[in-house]
């Protein structure tokens, strides 16, 4: 990395960043300049520790995530079934009922059968949510996109640097406040979930992709709206600190992925991925994962109604 993508994040501001690349901006997409920051948390889950220092070098990232109509064309393009729409092979999942081996996704009131284009079960549509990130989106389908698109999906390391949007150390995507001077910065849950959503934010569900403000780098929807996919295996926390500045990371990738599986269902060998920013589901008496720092955990066979993804161009594969 060069001196400039070293500079402390506080020193670098979105505008600055575009206008020193504008003359090869692909479509869409915002630069992120490189450097060092704390990744991690101390202060909530104990799978976002400990704190310690990354380095990543600059990269391209959708301003947005992936809508409804992005994921649309490529489909009509490609021809593309997702996850969600094909039935699954019983040799994955030994020991399950036939009857229950259907195709379909998650949601968190349960119709069956729903899938991107029916995000709530037969019933629904995604007429008229052209600019709502797309959902019920598998691990497999949002690097089919990916490819698709000539991009890539961004590490853990990267989504969250480009998360805080240079407020490095910040508890929020915007500073040390979550709703600062009675403003909703993020699409999230208000009120008692999952009994109540009193949407102060006019949103019961996912919303249009530029409905909240963006980022210090102008990158939109980092928190909140939908969980998006990362590239790294899951682990159960972050390595710890290096000892020296000479050894702190660069662009790191995550652990293995035979340490992904989850532990409390060893009978089913599906690997995990990271997810990352919290979704419209996401509340203060349940689940305070609407931080940068915030990860979870999702099998790469599963999607949901509340997690889509986005992409990113790194500046050493561009050449």
């Keep these: 990395m060069n001196e400039v993508q070293r500079l402390p994040c506080e020193a670098i501001d979105s505008e600055t960043a575009i206008e020193r690349h504008d003359s090869s901006r692909p479509l869409g997409m915002v630069f992120v300049p490189g450097g060092t920051f704390r990744m991690g948390s101390d202060r909530h889950y104990p799978e976002e520790r400990p704190v310690h220092r990354v380095a990543v070098d600059g990269f391209w990232i959708d301003r947005t995530p992936v809508t409804n109509h992005d994921f649309r064309k490529f489909v009509n393009a490609a021809g593309y079934v997702t996850f969600a729409e094909i039935k699954p092979d019983a040799k994955d999942y030994p020991g399950a009922l036939p009857h229950m081996l259907k195709a379909g996704s998650l949601v968190f009131t349960p119709p069956s059968h729903a899938n991107w284009r029916r995000p709530y079960g037969p019933r629904s549509t995604i007429s008229g949510l052209d600019d709502h990130p797309v959902v019920h989106i598998a691990y497999r389908d949002a690097e089919a996109y990916a490819k698709w698109a000539g991009k890539e999906l961004p590490t853990e390391a990267e989504w969250e640097f480009a998360a805080r949007g240079g407020h490095d150390g910040a508890e929020y995507a915007w500073g040390d406040e979550f709703t600062p001077d009675g403003r909703r910065m993020a699409n999230t849950w208000q009120g008692a979930f999952p009994h109540k959503n009193v949407a102060t934010d006019g949103h019961q569900r996912t919303s249009p992709v530029m409905a909240f403000p963006p980022n210090g780098y102008g990158v939109y929807d980092m928190i909140g709206n939908v969980w998006e996919w990362t590239t790294d295996w899951w682990s159960r926390r972050h390595e710890a600190d290096a000892p020296k500045a000479c050894c702190i990371p660069e662009n ?25 920013g919290g979704s419209h589901l996401c509340a203060p008496n349940y689940c305070r994962r609407y931080r940068p720092a915030a990860r979870h955990a999702e099998p790469v066979d599963t999607s949901t109604s509340h997690v889509g993804f986005r992409c990113v161009l790194r500046e050493r594969t561009m050449s």
């Design 252 to 276: 790191p990738r995550g652990g293995p992925e035979t340490a992904s599986h989850d532990p409390c269902q060893p009978q089913i060998r599906i690997p995990r991925k990271v997810l990352k």
